[in-house]
């Protein structure tokens, strides 16, 4: 391996830098020694992510603005996708056409790996999740790219589990089923740990889960516990959760339906990948002021 590789295998970019696990990828990537670009929408996003080494302006929609992007560059992480869409742009556009866009400019700049977060069951989920569909879509492209891939598959993040907590403190949380099904959600920080260490290894796919695992039960009376409130379910039947999710992908655009079906799919099966890591739902749930 010559001087310019070895160089370029240290310099990695991410996209989806200013998200819950982009920037926490970032934050591992520098302690692990890595020089970082970090690809951002706006200028005034740059003051969020000061510790990377480059900033590069642009928009994923706009494929002619990432002209250069992976210019130097080894790895790419993206961890590209919608939460909330605004802006008219929806998950095809984005999920999708986005990281096509990256993919394409990682080809012509001979980018040596290119790591990319999916959902866990993605293939599954697929053909009845337009979040899934747009991400396994991707997916698609990138396995049949000659650029070497890692896919990463993480259950649930904690900031996702949030809303439990949220909902307990208000005095109500509402279960869908009989709050058997199983997850073991993952912290943002033992997440960006497994991403970085599985892309050194070179695994070509990676499932990822938290270190506990737990029913919806489980966590709906750890949140009741941390509030310090009795606890007080509104269980929902999955064939009523079904109908609501089939109405609203009828009758709603996508930026309200998407979000709702993908909430509704995951949370009426198991969601349970290898334990990673050493952090505790419980004590995200504690050090989690109250909004």
Not at 134 to 145: M, T
């Amino acid at each position: 391996m010559d001087g310019q590789q070895i160089g370029r295998s240290s310099r990695v970019l991410v996209a989806g830098a200013t998200g819950y696990l982009g920037s926490r990828i970032v934050a591992r990537l520098k302690s692990r020694g890595y020089w970082v670009r970090v690809l951002v929408r706006r200028p005034e996003q740059a003051a969020a992510l000061a510790v990377a080494d480059d900033i590069f302006v642009a928009q994923v929609t706009e494929p002619e603005s990432l002209a250069g992007i992976c210019d130097g560059v080894g790895t790419l992480y993206s961890t590209l996708g919608i939460t909330r869409q605004r802006d008219g742009v929806g998950y095809r556009q984005v999920d999708y056409g986005g990281n096509v866009a990256l993919l394409r400019e990682a080809e012509r700049s001979g980018v040596q790996r290119f790591a990319y977060v999916s959902v866990l069951h993605g293939p599954e989920l697929r053909s009845r999740v337009r979040l899934a569909a747009a991400k396994e879509e991707f997916v698609d492209e990138l396995r049949a790219s000659p650029i070497p891939s890692t896919v990463i598959r993480p259950t649930a993040y904690f900031s996702d589990m949030a809303a439990f907590l949220d909902m307990a403190r208000k005095g109500t949380v509402f279960v869908i089923g009989d709050g058997s099904r199983q997850m073991n959600p993952v912290s943002g920080e033992d997440l960006a740990v497994a991403c970085v260490e599985g892309v050194e290894s070179g695994a070509g796919e990676l499932e990822v889960g938290g270190p506990d695992v737990l029913s919806h039960n489980d966590i709906v009376h750890l949140a009741f516990d941390t509030a310090c409130r009795k606890p007080r379910m509104l269980r929902i039947p999955t064939w009523a959760a079904a109908g609501i999710g089939g109405a609203l992908a009828r009758t709603t655009p996508e930026r309200v339906y998407g979000p709702v079906q993908f909430f509704l799919s995951v949370m009426t099966r198991d969601m349970v990948a290898p334990a990673h890591g050493t952090d505790h739902l419980g004590k995200f749930f504690a050090g989690r002021p109250a909004s």
